[in-house]
């Protein structure tokens, strides 16, 4: 100031500028904390932390995947393909789980990968986008010096048991190995039928016991040259809870067990739980005859990759529908994956399974010969060809004699049901389907590209001998004749055949609605052991052994 002026109280004033820009958000980017991890077999899980870097702005997603590298999924670890993580926004870190295996396999250290990609919200991918995940295995090789033989004697054309019919039925399976006595319900160890199925050389499997086996995980065949004779086992016959078989080897006969997987604690991770599993390419010449699988949360059956399989006179049923699978709703009754060749399909019954009954993907080759399906959930019955991989190779079916019943669970599309079905939008060409004497009261028999359906049956969607019964008689041939001990079925087994019959019954979500487990009694019994077992005194091909399993399905079978 200046004249004798002085400054009064106020001589400085703040101006504030108001902004009017509205701020940039700021998503992000996605990146694994850390670019490898190792995890010990038996630790059950490894976790793997996904972080949100360089902003937090909004709510936001990215997929996760795992890839296989020398592990390999469902044996080794917890296999999902792309599955979406979401943050919230302000959310810079999740910690996310996948499962490991602890099988009793002695085996190197694997590895697989776990993925990051298809973020949203206008993120990206950091620097740290696959982690590299080692698998410490935890198992010791074994000490026997003298390992038992590897190649059973040849079978000709001998069937692996009398009237056996369809691809891969002449196997010698366990003919002329070793006799393995399950004397126990023990998930593993000694007299267990896990050890027996995970031992090596040609073997069968005979039953001391009876009663329900609760696995903690999926029994796993991948050693060749197996009989499973669950028809030794005294009534009330054998049981597999919370698990099921997984099938990766080849030259494998298994009969007369029951697998009901449910949806209790413990057992395989939800998206997992399989009741029958016949996968990979080393898995040829494998037969599934009189079976009963119920209660998975994935699927009840299925094959990928695998060739020169028969699936005979077994029960898929009650497939869990809105159970703890990931993906929701998923009752399924039977997957026929990509790639499965010579797949063969026999008197089996499919009932209250919400889809799947079966479906028939890319690169197959199946023959479906007098099934009966009822209380299938959707409108279609049989999808063929989907190719969901994109893989371009054609699938192949015939389909003859089969039976498809409406159910209370059953629903039509707006163009009513339908039996056999093809996408409009991915099945490739060349797909071709031969249908033949298929009976679908209230539906039509196909939907889909006219030019699909051939009037001779492809090339390895047939084989002989077999015998091909008219569909009018197929109800009540395997209302009489599928499951396991259909002469002792269990509590399952007999309320599932009665609902067919009349036409009853519901797709379920969990077991308890329908009285759970059956409890089976615990019998023992010395198993008749011939005095030279893998001798041939009548000289038909089948060894003394064999003779005494034919005799004993033929009793639980109801033929004698």
């Not at 020398?70 to 910690?95: H, I, L, R």
């Not at 590209?449 to 002989?464: F, G, N, Y």
């Not at 009285?515 to 005194?537: H, I, K, S, Y």
Request: proline fraction near 6%; charged fraction near 20%; glycine fraction near 12%.
């Amino acid at each position: 100031p200046s004249g004798g002026a002085a400054l009064g109280t106020t001589s400085t004033i703040a101006v504030t500028i108001a902004d009017n820009d509205v701020a940039v958000p700021v998503p992000g980017s996605f990146e694994f904390a850390v670019s490898s991890a190792s995890v010990g077999e038996s630790e059950g899980q490894v976790d793997i932390t996904i972080k949100r870097v360089g902003g937090s702005d909004g709510a936001v997603a990215v997929d996760w995947r795992t890839s296989g590298v020398t592990a390999t999924f469902a044996e080794d670890y917890g296999n999902f393909s792309w599955t979406p993580v979401t943050f919230a926004d302000g959310e810079t870190s999740k910690t996310q789980s996948i499962t490991i295996v602890d099988d009793s396999l002695a085996e190197d250290n694997e590895i697989f990968n776990v993925i990051l990609g298809n973020q949203a919200g206008g993120t990206a991918l950091g620097t740290t986008s696959t982690v590299a995940v080692t698998i410490i295995d935890n198992d010791e090789a074994p000490t026997e010096t003298t390992p038992p033989p590897t190649t059973p004697p040849a079978s000709g054309d001998l069937r692996v048991f009398p009237g056996a019919e369809g691809f891969g039925t002449d196997t010698p399976a366990g003919r002329g190995g070793t006799i393995y006595k399950v004397t126990n319900l023990n998930d593993s160890g000694p007299g267990s039928l896990r050890a027996a199925c995970e031992a090596s050389g040609p073997r069968t499997v005979v039953f001391e016991i009876s009663g329900t086996i609760t696995l903690n995980s999926d029994i796993r065949i991948s050693n060749p040259y197996l009989t499973v004779a669950g028809q030794t086992a005294p009534s009330p016959g054998i049981t597999l809870r919370r698990a099921g078989l997984f099938i990766t080897g080849h030259d494998v006969l298994v009969q007369h067990l029951r697998i009901r997987v449910g949806d209790e604690s413990g057992g395989p991770a939800p998206s997992n739980r399989d009741g029958l599993q016949i996968l990979w390419d080393n898995a040829y010449n494998v037969v599934v005859d009189h079976l009963s699988v119920s209660w998975a949360i994935d699927e009840n059956g299925s094959t990928w990759l695998s060739h020169d399989v028969t699936i005979s006179n077994t029960i898929f049923s009650e497939a869990l529908s809105n159970s703890s699978h990931t993906k929701g709703e998923h009752s399924k009754g039977f997957l026929i994956g990509d790639g499965s060749e010579r797949i063969a399909l026999i008197g089996n019954l499919l009932a209250h399974n919400n889809d799947r009954q079966p479906l028939i993907k890319a690169g197959s080759s199946v023959l479906q010969l007098n099934n009966l399906g009822y209380d299938g959930g959707g409108g279609d019955w049989v999808g063929v060809g989907v190719d969901g991989e994109n893989t371009g190779k054609p699938a192949f079916l015939s389909a003859v004699g089969n039976v498809f019943l409406i159910g209370p669970d059953s629903r039509a599309y707006p163009g009513g049901y339908r039996y056999a079905y093809s996408s409009a939008t991915s099945t490739p060409a060349g797909t071709e389907v031969c249908l033949e004497d298929n009976s679908f009261p209230g539906g039509t028999l196909w939907k889909g590209d006219a030019s699909l359906r051939v009037a001779t049956r492809p090339a390895d969607t047939w084989t002989s001998p077999l015998t091909v019964r008219p569909s009018s008689q197929v109800e009540a041939y395997v209302t009489q004749n599928a499951g396991a001990r259909p002469a002792d079925l269990d509590a399952v087994d007999e309320r599932i055949m009665h609902e067919v019959l009349t036409r009853t019954g519901n797709i379920i979500d969990t077991p308890g609605q329908v009285g759970g487990w059956p409890n089976l009694a615990v019998v023992t019994r010395t198993f008749p052991t011939p005095a030279n077992p893998n001798g041939d005194d009548d000289g038909d091909g089948y060894t003394n052994l064999e003779e005494v399993l034919h005799q004993m399905a033929a009793e639980v079978e109801g033929r004698l």
